[in-house]
């Protein structure tokens, strides 16, 4: 009671909070004995068996949504009910693509707007995947701000990026009607079955795995378990540097997402970049750091947060005042380098790279860069 109290109107709804304590200061007043009576005779009206856990069937179908396969925030399908309907299906032999949809950043979401915004938007993300769901179709909240979906039947690829593409527009503009545009963005990983697993927990690992590439490769976008790139972006990671250098001369559309700079930022930076390059010829580099094995093995969360804070660290100890650093994914940081040539370029990456493995301890993990001479063009 003490910590609904507490944090009633930061973590909690008042209201609700409020009505919490209540019920439980209500059951403490009542005898125990007579709790029991009104279990047994709930669970006698219900057809439910008398014994532990009659309370908490009470909770759910009285306070709940009255459909016991919903989940209780967002009315889709709860993780219970869906992986089993979804194995179901699979195992009657159904063909489908499994989608592991996740928000990109919903912790600052939640830090900075409050836990009632972060429920918002969670409810705005599972509208629009119920919404642009066939009637075949299994939409599911996994848990947390991942959810799941399954296109019984469907295995074309065009078809499926069509989906793909309409439940991101949904959901955009969803956003945008409770003026949060641009708030939240979604990341998708995708599993083909039976080509990628024929019971729902392979199926669902590898999409994962999918999903985890996006996710690394900057988000807001989505990838089949069996490619090597993201499709909104349409890039391979060692081809990342022309991609970014196109967005800095104006070639690609600054509203993809790809570059995670706000867009009053990036605009100072662009000006700033524009004048360097072109006062007195001087020379701009771009570094691009590249966190991971020669494998792309799977590398956990965990493992890559710690890296990418220890580069940080590295970038800051090498780099001079006026250089320009930015994290371009979970596993990738650009650098800016003004009034620096090729040469001296390369030896500030090396002495990054050397400052880098000087510091971290945590799991093994490699670190490559690439170089490019930026051109800016007139304007």
Same mark, same amino acid.
């Given at each position: 009671?003490a910590?609904?109290e507490r944090c009633?109107?930061?973590?909690?709804?008042?209201?609700?909070?409020a %009505?919490f304590?209540?019920?439980?200061k209500?059951?403490?007043?009542?005898?125990?004995?007579?709790?029991?009576?009104e279990?047994?005779?709930?669970a006698?009206?219900?057809?439910l068996?008398?014994?532990?856990?009659v309370?908490? #069937?009470?909770v759910?179908?009285? /306070?709940?949504?009255?459909?016991?396969?919903?989940d209780?925030?967002?009315?889709?399908n #709860?993780?219970?009910y869906?992986?089993?309907?979804?194995?179901?299906r699979?195992?009657?032999?159904?063909?489908?693509? $499994?989608?592991?949809?996740?928000?990109?950043?919903f912790k600052?979401? #939640?830090?900075t707007?409050?836990?009632l915004m972060?429920d918002?938007v969670?409810?705005?993300?599972a509208?629009?995947?119920a919404?642009?769901?066939?009637e075949?179709?299994?939409v599911?909240?996994l848990g947390?701000?991942?959810?799941?979906?399954?296109l019984?039947e469907?295995?074309?690829?065009?078809?499926?990026?069509?989906?793909?593409?309409?439940?991101m527009?949904?959901?955009?503009?969803?956003?945008?009607?409770?003026?949060?545009?641009n708030?939240?963005?979604? *990341?998708?990983?995708?599993a083909?079955?039976?080509?990628?697993?024929?019971?729902f927990p392979?199926? /669902?690992?590898?999409?994962d795995k999918?999903?985890y590439?996006?996710? @690394? *490769?900057g988000?807001?976008? =989505?990838?089949?378990f069996?490619d090597?790139?993201p499709y909104? *972006?349409? @890039?391979k990671?060692?081809t990342?540097?022309?991609?970014?250098?196109?967005m800095?001369?104006?070639? $690609?559309?600054?509203g993809?997402?790809?570059?995670?700079?706000?867009y009053?930022?990036?605009?100072?930076?662009?000006s700033?970049? *524009?004048?360097?390059?072109k006062r007195?010829g001087q020379?701009?580099?771009?570094l691009?750091?590249?966190?991971g094995?020669?494998?792309?093995? =799977?590398l956990d969360?965990?493992?890559c947060e710690?890296a990418m804070?220890?580069?940080?660290?590295?970038?800051?100890?090498?780099?001079?005042m006026?250089?320009?650093?930015?994290?371009?994914?979970s %596993?990738?940081?650009?650098?800016? $380098?003004?009034g620096?040539?090729?040469e001296?370029?390369?030896?500030?990456?090396e002495?990054?790279?050397?400052?880098?493995?000087?510091i971290?301890?945590?799991?093994?993990?490699?670190?490559? =860069?690439?170089i490019?001479?930026?051109?800016v063009?007139?304007?």
């Open positions: 009671m910590e609904f009633s109107g930061t973590q909690f709804d008042p209201k609700l909070a %009505l304590v209540e019920m439980l209500e059951g403490f007043h009542i005898p125990r004995e007579k709790r029991r009576e279990d047994a005779e709930y006698k009206r219900q057809n068996p008398d014994e532990n856990g309370q908490l #069937n009470r759910l179908t009285e /306070y709940g949504t009255g459909k016991g396969n919903a209780h925030l967002t009315g889709v #709860n993780r219970s869906g992986e089993t309907e979804i194995e179901k699979l195992a009657q032999g159904h063909k489908g693509a $499994l989608l592991v949809v996740d928000l990109d950043n600052n979401i #939640n830090d707007y409050g836990h972060g918002k969670l409810k705005v993300l509208a629009a995947l919404e642009s769901a066939g075949q179709d299994l599911c909240r947390g701000d991942e959810f799941v979906v399954f019984t469907l295995v074309h690829r065009d078809l499926i990026k069509e989906r793909i593409h309409k439940i527009d949904a959901f955009a503009k969803s956003m945008d009607a409770i003026g949060c545009e708030m939240a963005h979604i *990341s998708v990983g995708i083909l079955s039976p080509a990628d697993g024929k019971e392979m199926l /669902y690992a590898n999409a999918a999903l590439y996006v996710k @690394r *490769s988000k807001n976008s =989505y990838s089949f069996r090597e790139q909104a *972006s349409g @890039r990671p060692d990342d540097l022309d991609h970014i250098r196109s800095l001369e104006g070639d $690609l559309d600054l993809k997402g790809a570059f995670k700079v706000p009053e930022e990036f605009q100072n930076l662009y700033y970049l *524009s004048r360097c390059v007195d020379m701009v580099q771009t691009l750091f590249t966190l094995n020669e494998d792309r093995e =799977y969360n965990d493992i710690e804070a220890t580069l940080e660290v590295a970038v800051a100890y090498s780099l001079r006026v250089d320009v650093g930015s994290r371009y994914s %596993l990738q940081y650009i650098v800016i $380098l003004v620096t040539n090729l001296n370029g390369r030896m500030v990456a002495r990054v790279i050397n400052q880098f493995y000087k971290y301890s945590g799991a093994s993990i490699g670190l490559s =860069y690439d490019q001479t930026m051109v063009k007139n304007v």
